[in-house]
């Protein structure tokens, strides 16, 4: 029986070709010669190639597997019940962060997208709280209507200590993944899974009703804590870099006295 517990966290190739030129009147070069059957050259090195390909694939299948994600409802096929509020994450988009809201109703709003390494540390009335990198570390207020900063903080080194822990305990074990609350051990998923599919960091809602969490599918997935219904997937196709962020999210103090 194995076990993997995962809470927390080409080379080109020329080929070369040879043309017999029009009107002389000899065969192409890696023709086999005449009163003879065989194999032109070409032939046999593209069947080498491709035997050699077939040996490449199949080596990774068995290395890493090819697994498909466990099918799921989505949240505009079984809307109800319904997340209490939006949430953002962070994406890459050609060297810059971008940040992008999601409401409840599954419309993406892309805030912002020229940013440079920001990660959402909260969501609260003063709008989204951004945590910037650099020498003079500070945190940056987004309006998530404008996309426009509207406050800027100095900060504390120890503020991403106090970003929330990941919400859920994840396990695989004999092909079943089992998906628990991490402060309750309440089991909010378990299906058939291939061993290399993964949950990434889950969040709770301020309210405590609600976790989200993006899987390696880059499907974010969401569930009320209660068990009541199964996780649904709420949006599809994201490449993002960080756990979500939950409308209402509150900010550690982080302003130097």
């Not at 805030?111 to 920001?118: H, I, K, M, S, T």
């Not at 089991?187 to 969040?203: K, Q, S, T």
Request: aromatic residues 6%; hydrophobic residues 40%.
């Amino acid at each position: 029986m194995s076990t993997t517990d995962t809470t927390h966290g080409a080379g080109t190739t020329g080929r070369g070709a040879s043309t017999a030129a029009p009107g002389d009147g000899g065969p192409p070069p890696d023709a086999p010669s005449s009163g003879g059957a065989g194999v032109p050259p070409r032939s046999i090195a593209a069947l080498v190639t491709a035997a050699a390909l077939v040996v490449a694939v199949v080596a990774l299948v068995l290395v890493f597997g090819v697994a498909r994600p466990p099918e799921l409802p989505s949240l505009a096929e079984q809307p109800d019940p319904a997340p209490p509020a939006s949430i953002a994450w962070t994406r890459w988009d050609e060297g810059f962060t971008c940040v992008d809201v999601l409401a409840p109703d599954g419309t993406v709003t892309e805030v912002a997208c020229d940013l440079q390494g920001e990660e959402i540390l909260a969501w609260d009335a003063d709008g989204i709280a951004l945590w910037v990198w650099g020498p003079r570390e500070r945190v940056e207020v987004l309006d998530p209507a404008t996309g426009e900063i509207v406050d800027s903080r100095p900060a504390r080194g120890q503020l991403l200590d106090e970003r929330p822990m990941d919400a859920l305990r994840v396990r695989h074990e004999d092909g079943i993944l089992t998906a628990q609350l991490r402060d309750t051990g309440e089991v909010l998923w378990e299906v058939d899974a291939h061993e290399n599919y993964r949950l990434r960091e889950g969040r709770l809602s301020p309210d405590g009703e609600w976790v989200a969490v993006f899987d390696s599918a880059g499907r974010l997935l969401v569930a009320p804590t209660d068990g009541s219904v199964g996780p649904r997937v709420w949006h599809e196709d994201e490449e993002q870099w960080q756990a979500p962020v939950w409308e209402g999210t509150p900010l550690p103090e982080v302003a130097e006295d």
